[in-house]
């Protein structure tokens, strides 16, 4: 299982968005190959695009290697639990598994919140495993959100 170094590189765009100013999430796509096909970070202000999340950037990244609007059997590793317009967009790609870190009590849409994938009009639920490498994804939003304070 190659989950660990997927959440590892997860991490690096995480700390490259933090870098750049934005909230450091980072977000990494794997094809059934096992290549990966996307990696991204927060790009919001950069972009002044409110869209513009990690896990956003990666699904368009990973789209366009397909050629596709969706991404059957692909797996999506995120650093934080996504927001709803994330998961949504999760979703809608028929991504097959998400891998996320920390928990975002605050904004996260996936265990709280919306609970979108709970909703009877989510029509494709990925299969979800939380936690991974949660303190490291944790560690660095802490970090990135004492220094602003
Ligand atoms: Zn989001």
Redesign the pocket.
């Known amino acids: 299982m190659s989950f660990r170094s997927h959440m590892a590189q997860a991490l690096t765009e995480a700390r490259a968005a933090a870098a750049r100013g934005e909230v450091p999430v980072g977000a990494v796509v794997v094809a059934p190959d096992g290549r990966v096909v996307a990696a991204a970070g927060n790009r919001t202000r950069e972009l002044n695009d409110p869209t513009a999340?990690a896990?956003?950037l990666a699904l368009r990244a990973a789209c366009a290697d397909a050629g596709s609007e969706r991404l059957p059997g692909h797996d999506l590793y995120v650093t934080l639990e996504?927001?709803p317009?994330?998961a949504a967009a999760i979703s809608f790609a028929r991504v097959a598994r998400l891998y996320y870190g920390a928990a975002d009590p605050k904004s996260g849409g996936v265990a709280q919140g919306a609970r979108v994938y709970a909703h009877p009009q989510c029509h494709h639920v990925p299969e979800v495993y939380d936690g991974i490498a949660a303190a490291e994804a944790e560690t660095l939003l802490r970090g990135f959100f004492a220094e602003r304070r």
């Open positions: 999340h896990e956003i996504p927001c317009m994330c």
